[in-house]
């Protein structure tokens, strides 16, 4: 088992955009969802977007409308485009690999307002 390894984070301003990866190469990726979750300080860590293994999605309410999730699986490769960021996005952006049940490290993702 191999955990996931996010990248693409960074800072942007508010209204901006910034694109996460996650490689999982620890699974079957093709077979099995893919998320991602976020966790701001002092906060819980909350789901923000989930994919299934043929292709469907769904958000949180914060997110829908601005995030996509989407995945590559000849790449075990799964993505979040962020897009009309905002402050509370701020947060640490961590990937599951729900094969494997293996968290990724997380990756920063800062807003300024």
């Known amino acids: 088992q191999v955990q996931p390894v996010e990248s693409g984070g960074g800072l942007a301003q508010a209204g901006g955009s910034l694109r996460l990866s996650c490689v999982a190469s620890?699974?079957?990726?093709?077979?099995?969802?893919m998320g991602w979750y976020r966790q701001a300080p002092g906060k819980q860590r909350e789901f923000v977007a989930v994919?299934?293994?043929?292709?469907?999605?769904n958000y949180a309410d914060s997110v829908k409308g601005r995030f996509t999730i989407s995945r590559d699986n000849a790449k075990n490769t799964v993505y979040l485009q962020m897009d009309n960021l905002k402050p509370e996005d701020t947060a640490v952006y961590y990937c599951?690999?729900?094969?494997?049940?293996?968290w990724g490290q997380g990756t920063q993702v800062t807003v300024s307002s």
């Open positions: 620890g699974s079957i990726f093709g077979i099995d969802a």
């Open positions: 599951k690999d729900f094969t494997t049940n293996l």
């Open positions: 994919i299934g293994s043929a292709g469907g999605t």
